[in-house]
T-cell receptor
């Protein structure tokens, strides 16, 4: 089954404690991205990757890091989380960034930073 | 940059009522347009799409037509059901990713 898998689904952590949210897709997609969803703000892109070893900032990259060492994985790293990073996070993948290709989303990770 | 504007919610309707959720976009060139739906506790799922002007996307009774002259892609359904209660996102392709509107929550009451 084609899918995007995020882990964990829920996470409560304390300010400053490094954490990683994993994302994996089994569709051999080139393009992967991370979004955060906040009430009234919709989905905002954090980082994206057009292929292995190619990453770039989205609209709200501050406080986040990513890596793309393998095509299937695109982890989101919060080196020193802060309460304003409390949000619902989604990973998405697309075949590529050219033309009309739909995005497939993971089920989301609800992060709370206290 | 590209942007998508959709009507704010929540939208509350009775079962079998007619639904319209407005969406307009601003982009360089002519992006492909999408509607995604998010059911409670889940990620986003593609509902329908249109790739060029005058295209009509349709799925599960929902429809949207890509209107280049008004830069709009309004979502419509003739008769909503309780099971349609969800958050609906309009989106357009850009160089980097889909750009989304802020989402519209639909609540359908029996």
């Amino acid at each position: 089954e084609a899918q995007v898998t995020q882990n964990p689904r829920y996470l409560i952590t304390v300010t400053g404690k490094k954490l990683t949210v994993t994302c994996s897709q089994n569709m051999n997609h080139e393009y992967m991205s991370w979004y955060r969803q906040d009430p009234g703000l919709g989905l905002r892109q954090i980082y994206y990757s057009m292929n292995v070893e190619v990453t770039d900032k989205g609209d709200v990259p501050e406080g986040y890091k990513v890596s793309r060492k393998e095509k299937r994985n695109f982890p989101l790293i919060l080196e020193s989380p802060s309460p304003n990073q409390t949000s619902l996070y989604f990973c998405a993948s697309r075949l590529h960034d050219r033309g009309v290709t739909e995005a497939f989303f993971g089920q989301g990770t609800r992060l709370t930073v206290v | 940059g590209d942007s998508v504007t959709q009507m704010e919610g929540p939208v509350t309707l009775s079962e079998e009522a007619f639904l319209t959720i407005n969406c307009t976009y601003t982009a360089t060139g002519y992006p492909s347009l999408f509607w995604y739906v998010q059911y409670p506790g889940e990620g986003l799922q593609l509902l329908l799409k249109a790739t060029k002007a005058d295209d009509k996307g349709s799925n599960k009774g929902f429809e949207a037509t890509y209107r280049k002259e008004t830069t709009s892609f309004h979502l419509e359904k003739g008769s909503v059901q309780v099971s349609d209660s969800a958050v609906y996102f309009c989106g357009g392709t850009g160089r980097r990713a889909l750009t989304f509107g802020s989402g519209t929550r639909l609540q359908v009451q029996p």
